[in-house]
RNA sequence: GGCGGGGUAGCUCAGGUGGUUAGAGCGUCGGAUUCAUAACCCGAAGGUCACGGGUUCAACUCCCGUCCCCGCUACCA
């Protein structure tokens, strides 16, 4: 379908998700977004198409100011390390971008701001004043990051505005006990400010014609269910602005302070990053967002579905004069080594470090990360896969014909393309089998399906070890050397194919067997015809295109991640201590021995419990957040420690009246803190 | 709890408007071979297609229920 659909569109506008420049590239990353993009853009470069692929760093947003602030250095600052690593590490990784661009580029600045006032002035947007918290010293409003204070669920006192990272726990500002702000460390006042919301509620009817009817059968099923879900549920307006020094500036009177939120301002990201290529390689760029013969592809992982689905498409439909993406093709998660990749546990493979571990082996790693690309469901990325699809695919099969071919070739004919004599059965077979590949590696390609083309690809070389072997022409040569001509003719045309067709995924291999062949690059439907290399051609000597990866090299990196697990365990499970607090404060807490009477989970809940205990002085209703770990016929009749004299406050309906005492270790799981002897209900801890 | 995605050979995954022996690659085992980086080639073993019901002449494929994994979402005093 999607091989008719191109027949309608004159260009190619693909983008891949801006990597958030507070950190470098991880093959979960790559694997997700930029290896599949990359093989698209190459493919559709080979044939022909006019077709840009646009990238660049996202470097708003509230994340990387607080990092500036921990490092003592200008968020600027920051993000021009980021942005240049990410930046290098693509290049040299063969990430082939048109442009990479960055957000903070002043390009990016104003059409951004541009957008924007184009979308106020068409009354694209809600105006709303609310109350949020304000640092008078600083006379600014405080980011949500901006903000700690007690955690209201666990009593951490470092809990962030947005989240408590002690337990994970999402919070607003105003959840928190005892709020101070990070810049000054005075309390915050609450004060009125005013900000924009875009009401994505009002696009329903758009994006359910868009999405749920006219992309039902073309996107892929996590994405379309995951729209739908969403609109189902309804959508209400978002604010698109925040109170904040870092980004790109309201561009209307009076709004000093405010900035474009972050996601707003990241996805036109990728309409800078174009205008930027556009008047730095002087094309007409607009032609690429606004002419309905331009086809819009996003590449991106599952955690962006909403912003590139919904929200993104929003803004461009507002704004009146950009088309909506064909396809969002989605990809899972790359999970590493039994564990979530993670930048903040350091628990992945870095590009920028296997570029050097792996000097001049980039196509190995794409390999592998198309090979295992989580396009249905997570998947997870091993060492010992790597090193296997290496050894076993990689050199083995694709590698192996390759040499063979050529090492023959130069044995029997001193590196001369032979003539091909009278074709037989298994010759004919061969070829036009050759033929069928660059249809159906491409069809495969334009449907996102790059698992199967790569497995495709491969195919051939199976072909061509299978062909070869059988027709033994190391046997045959003594008595019938006319027919070896014949043979390797077939195995040059063969390889000649791979050089083409393995490009999108294996560039400097493509680019190196090339060379071997002493081919100069095609377009990509020549591949499957013959004699791209012609009798008398002279090929060079062979050179392996793959070497093997020892269990050394491998341990070493399971070593290290290893090391990275160890320090884990060690550093970050006990979180750090609670700033010291008074004898009076703590002795202001009443603890009490108490007993379970009754447990019984809360109705339509995860994790609630409603539990009625004896505390010695009364009976009385607690709700707990234990449900994942207990039972709560298990509960009856335990001794347990109770907060006594906790504020009450209402829990999904039910009137908690203090709170059990509970140890957490680093997996979350839970255990009652309770007095060693069976003491009466009542007794007080202190 | 709600919503979405997924649960198919040891591993990674295909598949199917329901229809004879459920596929591929890798791994394993056996054979053959030497042109090739002990690689290639041939063959074999391996699956009650998560579980329980239902519809049907027939279900892995449709329907209902349950369980498990991932994500979004509510909840954790």
Not at 176 to 193: A, D, E
Not at 452 to 460: G, K, P, S
Not at 634 to 643: C, D, P, Q, R, Y
């Amino acid at each position: 379908m999607s091989i008719q659909h191109n027949k309608k569109y004159k260009r190619h506008t693909v983008t891949a998700a801006l990597p958030y420049a507070n950190g470098p590239i991880h093959v979960g990353h790559l694997a997700g977004v930029y290896v599949p993009a990359d093989i698209y853009v190459r493919y559709l470069r080979l044939k022909g198409e006019d077709v840009i692929y646009i990238c660049g760093s996202d470097e708003h947003g509230v994340p990387i100011t607080i990092k500036a602030r921990q490092e003592g250095v200008s968020p600027q600052q920051i993000v021009d390390k980021y942005h240049e690593l990410i930046k290098v590490s693509f290049m040299e990784f063969g990430i082939s971008f048109d442009v990479y661009s960055r957000t903070s580029d002043p390009v990016h600045h104003e059409t951004a701001a541009g957008v924007f006032r184009t979308m106020y002035e068409k009354g694209a947007f809600v105006e709303k004043d609310s109350e949020q918290y304000y640092d008078e010293e600083n006379r600014q409003f405080l980011a949500d990051r901006y903000i700690t204070g007690i955690c209201p669920h666990c009593s951490y006192e470092k809990a962030y505005g947005d989240q408590c990272e002690n337990c994970g726990t999402s919070l607003s500002p105003t959840d928190l006990i005892n709020p101070r702000s990070m810049l000054s460390g005075n309390k915050p006042v609450l004060k009125k400010t005013r900000h924009w919301y875009l009401p994505l509620d009002e696009h329903e009817p758009m994006l359910r014609k868009w999405i749920l009817e006219s992309h039902k059968h073309d996107w892929k099923p996590n994405v379309y269910g995951q729209c739908k879900s969403w609109i189902d549920q309804g959508l209400q307006p978002r604010a698109v602005t925040r109170d904040l020094d870092w980004g790109v500036k309201l561009p209307l009177e009076n709004t000093e302070g405010k900035v474009l939120y972050v996601w707003f301002d990241a996805p036109i990201g990728y309409i800078s990053a174009t205008r930027e290529w556009g008047e730095t390689h002087g094309k007409d760029w607009e032609k690429y967002w606004k002419d309905p013969e331009s086809k819009l592809v996003h590449f991106i992982g599952k955690d962006n579905i909403v912003f590139h689905c919904i929200i993104f498409p929003v803004m461009l439909h507002a704004e009146g004069s950009y088309i909506l993406p064909e396809n969002v093709p989605a990809n899972e998660f790359l999970n590493l080594e039994g564990d979530k990749i993670s930048t903040s546990r350091n628990w992945a493979v870095w590009l920028h470090e296997y570029l050097q571990d792996f000097p001049g082996k980039q196509d190995v790693l794409r390999y592998v990360l198309c090979a295992a690309a989580p396009e249905t469901k997570d998947n997870y990325f091993t060492l010992k896969d790597f090193q296997a699809r290496n050894n076993n695919e990689l050199l083995a099969i694709f590698g192996n014909f390759v040499n063979r071919t050529l090492v023959l070739t130069h044995k029997y004919f001193d590196g001369c393309v032979p003539k091909a004599g009278q074709l037989m059965d298994a010759d004919r077979e061969a070829l036009e089998s050759l033929a069928g590949f660059p249809g159906i590696i491409g069809k495969n390609i334009e449907q996102y399906r790059f698992r199967e083309a790569l497995a495709q690809m491969m195919n051939l070389a199976r072909l061509g070890n299978r062909y070869l072997t059988e027709a033994e022409p190391w046997k045959v040569f003594k008595e019938n050397p006319a027919r070896v001509q014949t043979v390797l003719n077939t195995c040059l045309q063969l390889c000649a194919g791979m050089a083409l067709l393995a490009e999108p995924f294996l560039p400097f291999t493509a680019k190196k067997l090339q060379a071997m062949l002493n081919l100069e690059a095609r377009a990509w439907d020549q591949a499957g015809k013959q004699e791209l290399l012609g009798p008398g051609h002279r090929v060079n000597k062979a050179e392996l295109l793959f070497e093997k990866i020892e269990d050394v090299q491998i341990r070493a990196q399971v070593d290290k991640l290893l090391e990275t697990r160890k320090n884990n365990n060690q550093g970050q499970s006990a979180p750090p201590v609670k700033p010291p607090v008074s004898f009076d404060a703590f002795s202001a807490m009443d603890i009490r021995v108490a007993t379970i009477l009754e447990a019984e989970k809360v109705p339509k809940t995860k994790k609630l419990m409603k539990i009625r205990v004896d505390s010695g002085l009364d009976r009385r209703t607690v709700v707990s957040g234990i449900a994942e770990y207990f039972e709560p016929e298990a509960l009856v009749g335990k001794k347990v420690l109770l907060l006594a004299n906790l504020e009450p406050r209402k829990i999904k309906g039910i009137e908690s009246h203090g709170m059990l005492l509970m140890a957490e270790n680093n997996e979350g799981a839970l255990t009652f803190v309770i007095p060693e002897e069976r003491f009466e209900n009542g007794s007080p801890i202190s």
